[in-house]
T-cell receptor
Framework: KAGVTQTPRYLIKTRGQQVTLSCSPI?????VSWYQQTPGQGLQFLFE???????NKGNFPGRFSGRQFSNSRSEMNVSTLELGDSALYLC?????????????FGEGSRLTVL | GQSLEQPSEVTAVEGAIVQINCTYQ??????LSWYQQHDGGAPTFLSY????GLEETGRFSSFLSRSDSYGYLLLQELQMKDSASYFC?????????FGSGTRLLVRP
């Protein structure tokens, strides 16, 4: 069974640009969550999607957005990039409503903003 | 608001036992999870406690006290490969809220 796949793995952008990151969850997993991780910080929750609906959203500005497609694949977009957006963006999938507290993470997309 | 507190760094000797504590303050609590993350790697799930008490999985055990909003991860027979960051995470409404992580350094 393939794991969570995130693309691209690495990318460099400049301030003001926008970026789109992609996530393919484990087959059968319909919940996808996104997290931002910066050095010395924990994982900051961005949003969670299930059946193409955003069920929860973290405390990030509106520049951060996401969506989920009918095949459960998800994308997140960051517009008007700022230096502080440089981070590892992690996607995780899970089987919803099982309350096992288990997320399956991808390797992440490392974004550098210059 | 929601917050989780865990020590930033812990050092222990190979073969020893180490306990990583986590206190939380959150609305909407379903359980407490623990994750391990090696440098450059993805977080991986270790354990989950929905009810009070101790859960044991091999060398790792996790404990939860809901009344005290407190949990801990216990690592026994430490090995060098256990050097990593460990995160507690509260299972809330359609999201996991993570602590800032505890960096564990295992010395020979």
């Amino acid at each position: 069974k393939a794991g969570v796949t995130q693309t691209p793995r690495y990318l460099i952008k400049t301030r003001g640009q926008q970026v789109t990151l992609s996530c393919s969850p484990i087959s059968g997993h319909r919940s996808v969550s996104w997290y931002q991780q910066t050095p010395g910080q924990g994982l900051q929750f961005l949003f969670e999607y299930f059946s193409e609906t955003q069920r929860n959203k973290g405390n990030f500005p509106g520049r951060f957005s996401g969506r989920q497609f009918s095949n459960s694949r998800s994308e997140m977009n960051v517009s008007t990039l700022e230096l502080g957006d440089s981070a590892l963006y992690l996607c995780a999938s899970s089987v919803p409503d099982e309350n096992t507290g288990e997320l399956f993470f991808g390797e992440g997309s490392r974004l550098t903003v210059l | 608001g929601q917050s989780l507190e865990q020590p930033s760094e812990v050092t222990a000797v190979e073969g020893a036992i180490v306990q990583i504590n986590c206190t939380y303050q959150t609305s909407g609590f379903y359980g407490l999870s623990w994750y391990q993350q090696h440098d450059g790697g993805a977080p991986t799930f270790l354990s989950y406690n929905a009810l009070d008490g101790l859960e044991e999985t091999g060398r790792f055990s996790s404990f939860l006290s809901r009344s005290d909003s407190y949990g801990y991860l216990l690592l026994q027979e430490l090995q060098m490969k256990d050097s990593a960051s460990y995160f507690c995470a509260v299972d809330s409404s359609y999201k996991l809220i993570f602590g800032s992580g505890t960096r564990l350094l295992v010395r020979p």
